[in-house]
C-alpha cells in the first residue's frame, strides 16, 4: 500500500490539508483549479452571493459534467492505446 501524503488545496477561500496518494496528486490539483476557475466565473456572473452558494453552484456545475468528461477520458486512453499498438506495428515492420 502506498504512502499517503500530505497536501495543502484551496478551496474558495479556505485552506484544508488532506492527505492522498502520491499517484492522485496531479488530479487533486487539477480538479482544485478547475473549481476555484468555476467559483470565479460564477463570483462574476452572480453578484453578491456568500461563497457556501458558490460552492454549491460548482458542485452542481461538476457533478453534471462528470459523465461526459468521464466518457471523454476513456475515449482518449483508447485511442492512445490503439495508437501505441499502432506505432509497435510499424517499429516491427521497419525493424525487420
Given amino acids: 500500500m502506498q504512502e499517503m501524503v500530505p497536501i ?4 474558495g477561500d479556505r485552506s484544508y490539508r488532506i492527505k492522498i496518494s502520491p499517484t ?8 482544485t483549479s478547475i ?11 452572480f453578484a453578491g452571493k456568500d461563497m457556501q452558494d458558490y460552492i454549491a453552484m460548482v458542485l452542481i456545475w461538476y457533478a453534471t459534467q462528470q459523465p461526459d468528461q468521464s ?3 476513456i475515449m482518449e486512453q483508447e485511442i492512445e492505446s ?9 517499429d516491427k515492420v521497419m525493424s525487420t
Wanted: charge should be positive; hydrophobic fraction near 45%; glycine fraction near 0%.
Fill in 82 to 90: 490503439k495508437l501505441q499498438s499502432f506505432e509497435k506495428a510499424i
Fill in 71 to 73: 466518457a471523454r477520458e
Fill in 24 to 31: 492522485d496528486e496531479e488530479a487533486v490539483r487539477k480538479v
Fill in 35 to 45: 473549481i476555484n476557475n468555476k467559483i470565479l466565473e460564477f463570483k462574476t456572473q
Fill in 8 to 11: 495543502n488545496i484551496l478551496l
